[in-house]
């Protein structure tokens, strides 16, 4: 699946792919991901990407061109939606990542259908580029980040993790926090070597060796999601 990922600090977000998991599935070509810096796209003669506010007010707003031909200029790579991570759109939750997943498992290895993600800065981006080309807003929770790279990480991350062949075992996704397996509950309480820590016990029954009575004691020990 493809993720094109437009920002003003390009450094701040290739790291991200360099190591672990997500470098791994870029290696084995189960995820694409291209960087693209806003700021080549400005027709103005230094670049300039941002101006004062109309009707006043602090902070900057990045205007409509470069933004706007960057996004025209990334459709033709990615033919999925256009997404504007900010604090006013749609939360993003775990069935917001399956629904995008499916894009990922739906298509073929080299189709160009994947996502576009928009990363603001300053007080946000010129209300008519939303207009015009985006397809969703998306929030990442109830604060107020610097910008939307933080934000674009999180949605690839945990699109990426649902496509197959990107975790090393591909069960890890299946019965976790917000699963069906777990009826969209929160994971039970996890435990490793040593059996005593600090005085504090691993349960028995994870040491039981019976299958069916840890099945039942992890599904027992589910929590409630927050609201
Ligand atoms: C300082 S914020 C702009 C905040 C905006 N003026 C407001 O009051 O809603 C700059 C950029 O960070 C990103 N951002 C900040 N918080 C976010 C959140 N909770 N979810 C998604 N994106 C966020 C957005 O891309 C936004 O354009």
Redesign the pocket.
Known sequence: MRFDILTLFPSLVQPYFEDSILKRAIDAKKITVAVHNIRDYSTERHHKVDDSPYGGGS?MV?ACQPLYDAIKAVKKLNTGPVI??????QRFTQKKALEWAKIGLNTHKNSKKGLIL????????DQRVIDLLVDEE???????????EL?ALTVVDAVARLLPGVLGDDKSAHEESFSEALEGMLEYPHYTKPETFKGKKVPDVLLSGNHALIKKWRMENRRKPKS
Not at 84 to 89: F, R
Not at 118 to 125: A, P, Q, T
Not at 138 to 148: H, N, R
């Open positions: 902070g990045m504007y991570l900010s604090p006013v759109g928009i990363c603001g800065r300053y007080e946000g981006i998306l929030s990442i929770g109830d604060f107020v980040l610097t910008g939307g934000p």
